[in-house]
């Protein structure tokens, strides 16, 4: 079983629903849309459209994963997921694997107190006890223990229901030394420029004072592009997993 993102997503959070507010469950297509799209117990947070969901769902009834129902007389369609049935899981096993699926590697402590909310999953031990069952090909391969990173006490699991995304687009360390060394000579060319063209000292101190505030802003930027970019490696590295 190989789930890209979109339909881990969808998948999670119908067993997710199914298991916290099942007087609401099955959903319609807004109502998924929005549970997809939540930014509580989700990592990354997403922000699918319903035409992404929409088409989602119709592969993955095509593949026997989620089931439509008509209610209200035919005029809505909601929705319910099948993936419970298909891996042949408890309520308190599918609220381990939803976690994964919504969340990302965790840990089994991180996992026993966050499936809780779903369904009563035990101590850290037993869902440890769980994943390694999950991990053994009887099972289906169904999660895995990675190896523990550098400074983490505790290693973490992961689902092997899809492949990992693909990865975000980090610009290299060259590249960065490159656009921060491309700003710094922007900045001394002005003040050449503004030293060479003014006719008298006066002059020159105005020009100075006016490149000095646009040196000043592209300083400024060029802090901001060094933050978002450090932001955007610790995000990949997180996504990533480390050495998985």
């Known amino acids: 079983m190989k789930l ?23 959903l319609t297509l807004n109502a998924l849309v929005l549970a997809c799209n939540q930014s509580n117990n989700r990592d990354p947070v997403v922000k699918f459209e319903d035409f992404e969901v929409d088409g989602c769902l119709r592969q993955l009834m095509i593949e026997g994963l ?11 369609d909601r929705w319910k997921e099948r993936l419970t049935e298909s891996l042949h899981l ?5 609220a381990v694997l939803a976690e994964l699926l919504l969340r990302g590697p965790q840990t089994e402590q991180e996992l ?6 779903m369904a009563p999953v035990g101590s850290p031990e037993e869902v440890a006890a769980r994943l390694a069952r ?3 090909p009887a099972a289906g391969r169904l999660v895995e223990h990675l190896p523990r990173r550098s400074g983490e006490r505790i290693a973490r699991w992961r689902h092997l229901l899809g492949g990992a995304d693909e990865p975000l687009p980090v610009p290299s360390e060259d590249t960065t030394a490159a656009l921060t060394q491309s700003g710094e000579r922007r900045i001394r060319d002005i ?12 002059e020159a101190t105005t ?3 006016g490149a000095s505030a646009e040196a000043a802003l592209l300083r400024a930027q060029i802090d901001r592009m060094q933050g978002e970019l450090d932001a955007l490696r610790a995000r990949v590295a997180r996504l990533e997993g480390g050495p998985s």
């Open 4 to 26: 890209d993102r979109t339909s881990r997503r969808v998948l999670g959070s119908l067993v997710e629903k199914r298991l916290t507010t099942p007087d609401q469950y099955p």
């Open 66 to 76: 989620v089931t439509r129902m008509e209610r209200d007389g035919g005029r809505t």
């Open 90 to 94: 408890a309520d308190a096993d599918m």
């Open 112 to 117: 026993s107190k966050r499936a809780a909310r």
């Open 134 to 136: 999950f991990a053994e």
């Open 191 to 202: 003040a050449e420029a503004v030293a060479g063209e003014a006719r008298s000292p006066s």
């Open 207 to 209: 020009r100075i004072m």
